[in-house]
Every structure is written in C-alpha cells, then in structure tokens.
C-alpha cells in the first residue's frame, strides 16, 4: 500500500522558516522522482519543488527559487522541503507527491506524472 505523510506544518510569522518532511512507503523511493506541491484557497495546485530519484537534479518555482530547498534521503525514505524567508503568500496546503516507477516525466514541477500523494500538510505564514 503506497504511503506518504506529511508533516511539520503550522503557523510561523513572514520571514521565519519551517521544516517540511515527508515518509515514503509501499514503493519503490529510490527509483522515483517526487516534489512538493501546494494549493492555496480559491487557487491551482501548484508545483514548488522537485528532486530526481538520486538527488542529482532539483527544480523550484520561480515564486520559491533561493528561499527552499528540497532533499531527500533514500535510505530513510524520505523528502524534506525547507522553507525559509517565509511569506504571507507562501500560506498554502502542501502536498509531497511522487511519480510512479517507469514514468516519463515532462516537467517536474507539473503534477499530471504524479499519482502518489500525500494528505497535506497546512503552513500559515502571518505577517
């Protein structure tokens, strides 16, 4: 059974910073490609983060680019996304998100490749 569970969420004030982390079970971790997604009230989900299943390549949202950072550990079967320099408009429901082994992915921050998600995990930035 495929599983992923978010965690670390909550309410910090803009500037702050917040650790996102995510366990992975049920597949094969090592052998996908999986990114961090969020939605915001009346809003698309939206991609903000990727990595490649060996960690060697990583993709940000225009709207994140230097203030996250994504990583994964494949031995421990897990994503993170750190946060920081947080805003207001970074206030959103997260989703980690991971494509399924053997797909061929177009852009990784697009979410049509990814079939796995998480529940979510609320962040509230206040200024």
């Known amino acids: 059974q495929v599983q992923l569970v978010e965690s670390g969420g909550g309410s910090v004030q803009a500037g702050g910073s917040l650790r996102l982390s995510c366990s992975a079970s049920?597949?094969?971790?090592?052998?996908?490609?999986v990114g961090w997604f969020r939605q915001a009230p009346g809003k698309e989900r939206e991609g903000v983060a990727a990595i490649s299943n060996d960690g060697t390549y990583t993709w940000y949202s225009d709207v994140v680019k230097g203030r996250f950072t994504i990583d994964r550990d494949n031995d421990k079967r897990t994503l993170s996304l750190q946060m920081n320099s947080l805003k207001p408009e970074d206030t959103a429901m997260y989703y980690c998100?991971?494509?399924?082994?053997?797909?061929?992915?177009?852009?990784?921050?697009?979410?049509?490749?990814?079939?796995?998600w998480g529940q979510g995990t609320q962040v509230t930035v206040f200024s």
């Open positions: 049920g597949f094969s971790f090592s052998k996908t490609y």
């Open positions: 998100a991971a494509v399924p082994p053997g797909t061929i992915i177009g852009h990784p921050l697009k979410a049509s490749p990814y079939k796995y």
